[in-house]
Nanobody
């Protein structure tokens, strides 16, 4: 399984970005088999969970620090999960990773890195004036 992230970049505070994560298996789209989460790692900090969406999109979880600003969504036809990020702040500067898991994420473990089976390479997001 391969996860490919895109959409990072350098933006000013208050701007928006949309990150995308496409899931491949044996060169074919394979999103429906996995729940997907987004994580980020800022310089000098540990990796933290941002959001997670279940296979059917029936369960969605967000970290408190992004509620109301970030939205996670799935597009099965494109085997892609998006993370729409609005009103970006300098503290959002980090490398953003998507990750896939075959198990159902729950309220107690959606941000548990150990539960995710596959990871992308990461995409840099820099918020600076």
């Amino acid at each position: 399984v391969q996860l490919v992230e895109s959409g990072g970049g350098l933006v000013q505070p208050g701007s928006s970005l949309r990150l995308s994560c496409t899931v491949f298996r044996f060169d074919r789209f394979e999103l429906d088999a996995y729940a997907v989460g987004w994580f980020r790692e800022a310089p000098g900090k540990g990796r933290e969970g941002i959001a997670s969406v279940s296979k059917s999109a029936g369960r969605i979880y967000y970290a408190d620090f992004v509620k109301g600003r970030f939205t996670i969504s799935r597009e099965s036809a494109e085997s892609t999960v998006h993370l729409q990020m609005n009103n970006l702040k300098p503290d959002d500067t980090a490398v953003y990773y998507c990750a896939a898991r075959s198990s159902m994420p729950g309220a107690g473990d959606w941000d548990d890195e150990a539960k995710y089976d596959f990871w992308g390479q990461g995409t840099q997001v820099t918020v600076s004036s």
